[in-house]
């Protein structure tokens, strides 16, 4: 599963990064991009569960336990307990959702989806952001091939080229419900 993120992350211009790299501590950026993205896709869940009211509940109460200040500080074994437990959560949603046989296949679908978004030619990276002031560019160098993500100036989040189609799930759910 990780190594389809890793091309994901690369070809996007986003950071990899790995425990031999003893001194690294993640971006400011990256993280508040990281949380971004993961609320983003929760709040999508919650409107596929049909439970937006519900989410924004919880979050609120959630965030109106405290007043929250930015420490801006990693602390590196909280992150890794906090990205596997939502990694067992996240999962176990296939589980609930009728979704456990073919999780690994819908997964595959997603990453080919997600590996559309970037453009492979100049041309059509400059024609992706032409009429755009708030998207930009990247060149990025990914299996000794040049493609071109298109990212989001105010974040760096990864946006979808011309060549971006959606993940068909149709054919994973007709070929198991038979």
Known sequence: MLKSIIEFQKAGGHTVAYTTDKDYVPSIEDRKLRLKLIFEELSELAQA????????????KELGKEIFVDTKEFNKTEALDALCDLSVVVNGGYCISGFTDI??????E????NMSKFCYSLDEA???VANRDDWTYKQV???????YAIL????GKIMKSPNFFK???NNILNENEQ
């Open 103 to 108: 999780a690994e296949e819908a997964y595959e």
């Open 152 to 155: 989001r100036k105010e974040d």
């Open 126 to 128: 400059l024609a992706t």
């Open 167 to 169: 993940p068909n799930y």
């Open 110 to 113: 997603t990453m080919k989806s």
């Open 141 to 147: 160098l990914l299996d000794n091939k040049i493609i």
């Open 49 to 60: 569960y049909g439970l937006e009211r519900t989410f924004y509940d919880i979050v609120g």
